[in-house]
């Protein structure tokens, strides 16, 4: 019996391997995403060519191997990048691949991944027409994938498939954007054993840096720490190797390389929001002889500081739902150049393909450290986060609640703020609810939304006062959890 239902999210397929995700999901959900591309296409089978990749995750062979069998079962082709990051899985849609494909384009990426969940998860992340598939486009997919289950009938007409090594094309073509701007910096590259370590390393030292590597070998287990930068706990080992080694900075990937961690000279962590202000004045800065305004989109997870400083200094500030769907949506309503997470996703569309890409957001980085050290030789990343001084923030909490209790308990939360508007203790200005519920207050807000991807509220909270940020922390946890307590109850 296939979950469907459990397995298929807003943004991409995750679950635990056997349980939600199977090798029977994963078949007629390729059969499906081959409809898909067809009914939007007018192409015929025989003329679509997608992509497969797969992350480091012990089942990822097997899902992998079966989406091949799904595709050529429907008569299109596919070509199989085998082992490889998710941006690389972007990249294909972008690369010259017409030796494969002849006339046809690649219509789309089929990516094997559960990103930086634990090792027992697996999930599938879908491409079309070079975008990540919609919200809608998901739901479309699965009502498809749920049809082809029912159909006794198998096709006979089958596709091909080309295996291919795509990862050295794409180091050349960042190689040839950046060429040696590394030089005399000093990198540390945690992998994570995920799928950064058969890229990162060898990018990096390419460009001229001096690379110390920690867990580069692939390896679906994650024995030295779990893959995921944006938890400070993960850290560790590489903020301890970049004091050691005095290197420049540090970069941390995620499980399949789309989300980067970056440590200061110093050896502290900088939060998605920090690291999206210096992208962003970097990009400010390179337009400002223009008549262009950039563009920047980031979540409502964000410090109002990134969106203050971003408008202050010459761009433009847009907030956005969380999820790297929604967050490229925005990006293309808005013609964004730039747009961000606090996870670490980091999407650059200028001089760049406008997915997340960690191991393109590590070179725009070490471009940065480069560039500033030609006027001021002891640069560091933090002398461009100097308005964060004027805040405290909290670090991200993760309050447990199941899944199907979310939408109850938030609920059961707006009616107790909206019945109690002094809760809180300061005047309410705005509660912005595009994702969740940001409550703003002078100086700083109280943010409670649903996770995408794993059964918590993500919790965030921001004041000029550190006692005030406290305070606000301590309010919603006691009150998400006398709404979790009472429709655990119902």
């Given at each position: 019996m296939i979950n469907w239902d459990s397995a298929f999210g807003k943004n991409?397929?995750?679950?635990?391997y056997g349980k939600d995700v199977t090798e029977e999901l994963f078949f007629f959900t390729s059969k499906a995403y081959i409809k898909y591309i067809m009914e939007q296409t007018d192409k015929q089978a025989k003329d679509i060519w997608v992509t497969v990749c797969m992350d480091a995750r012990t089942h990822s062979p097997q899902l992998k191997d079966i989406i091949v069998k799904g595709v050529t079962s429907a008569g299109a082709n596919i070509?199989?990048?085998?082992?490889?990051?998710?941006?690389?899985?972007?990249?294909?849609?972008?690369?010259?691949?017409?030796?494969?494909?002849?006339?046809?384009?690649?219509?789309?990426?089929?990516?094997?991944?559960?990103?930086?969940?634990p090792s027992q998860y697996n999930g599938l992340k879908m491409t079309f027409n070079k975008k990540s598939m919609t919200e809608a486009q998901f739901q479309e997919v699965k009502k498809l994938a749920i049809e082809q289950s029912k159909e006794s009938l198998l096709s006979h007409t089958f596709g091909k498939s080309v295996e291919h090594d795509i990862i050295p094309e794409y180091i050349n073509e960042?190689?040839?954007?950046?060429?040696?701007?590394?030089?005399?910096?000093?990198?540390?590259?945690?992998?994570?054993?995920?799928?950064?370590?058969?890229?990162?390393?060898?990018?990096?030292?390419?460009?001229?840096?001096?690379?110390?590597?920690?867990?580069?070998?692939?390896?679906?287990?994650?024995?030295?720490?779990?893959?995921?930068?944006?938890?400070?706990?993960?850290?560790?080992?590489?903020?301890?190797?970049?004091?050691?080694?005095?290197?420049?900075?540090?970069?941390?990937?995620?499980?399949?390389?789309?989300?980067?961690?970056?440590?200061?000279?110093?050896?502290?962590?900088?939060?998605?929001?920090?690291?999206?202000?210096?992208?962003?004045?970097?990009?400010?800065e390179r337009y400002r002889l223009t008549k262009t305004t950039p563009v920047v989109v980031s979540e409502v997870k964000c410090s109002q500081v990134l969106f203050d400083t971003i408008n202050k200094s010459g761009g433009k500030a847009i907030m956005c739902k969380t999820g790297h769907g929604y967050i490229k949506a925005?990006?293309?309503?808005?013609?964004?150049?730039?747009?961000?997470?606090?996870?670490?996703?980091?999407?650059?569309?200028?001089?760049?393909?406008?997915?997340?890409?960690?191991?393109?957001a590590g070179c725009r980085v070490i471009e940065i450290i480069s560039k500033m050290r030609e006027t001021n030789k002891d640069f560091?990343?933090?002398?461009?986060?100097?308005?964060?001084?004027?805040?405290?923030?909290?670090?991200?909490?993760?309050?447990?609640?199941?899944?199907?209790?979310?939408?109850?308990?938030?609920?059961?939360?707006?009616?107790?703020?909206?019945?109690?508007?002094?809760?809180?203790?300061?005047?309410?200005?705005?509660?912005?609810?595009?994702?969740?519920?940001?409550?703003?207050?002078?100086?700083?807000?109280?943010?409670?939304?649903?996770?995408?991807?794993?059964?918590?509220?993500?919790?965030?909270f921001e004041a000029t006062k550190q006692k005030d940020c406290e305070h606000y922390q301590e309010v919603m946890i006691q009150n998400l959890n006398k709404c979790i307590e009472n429709c655990n109850k119902n």
């Open positions: 991409d397929i995750r679950g635990i070509i199989d990048l085998g082992l490889a990051a998710t941006p690389i899985g972007y990249y294909s849609e972008h690369a010259d691949l017409k030796e494969i494909t002849g006339e046809n384009e690649v219509m789309g990426a089929m990516i094997v991944t559960a990103s930086h969940n960042l190689c040839t954007q950046f060429k040696s701007i590394g030089k005399g910096i000093k990198v540390v590259v945690d992998s994570a054993n995920g799928t950064g370590g058969i890229v990162g390393p060898e990018l990096y030292r390419r460009l001229g840096c001096n690379v110390i590597e920690l867990y580069s070998n692939p390896d679906g287990r994650f024995p030295h720490h779990h893959p995921n930068p944006s938890d400070e706990s993960t850290l560790d080992d590489i903020k301890k190797a970049v004091v050691e080694n005095k290197a420049d900075l540090g970069i941390a990937f995620d499980g399949d390389s789309d989300r980067i961690g970056v440590i200061d000279s110093k050896g502290n962590h900088l939060t998605g929001d920090k690291l999206l202000l210096i992208y962003a004045l970097d990009v400010i925005k990006m293309a309503e808005t013609n964004a150049h730039l747009a961000g997470e606090m996870s670490g996703h980091i999407f650059f569309k200028d001089r760049y393909y406008g997915y997340d890409d960690a191991f393109y560091d990343l933090t002398d461009m986060l100097k308005p964060f001084d004027a805040v405290y923030i909290s670090d991200e909490v993760r309050l447990h609640c199941e899944n199907e209790l979310k939408k109850p308990v938030l609920e059961m939360f707006e009616k107790m703020v909206e019945d109690n508007k002094n809760m809180f203790g300061n005047k309410i200005q705005d509660i912005i609810t595009l994702d969740g519920m940001r409550i703003v207050f002078d100086g700083g807000f109280a943010l409670v939304r649903q996770s995408n991807t794993e059964p918590v509220f993500t919790l965030r």
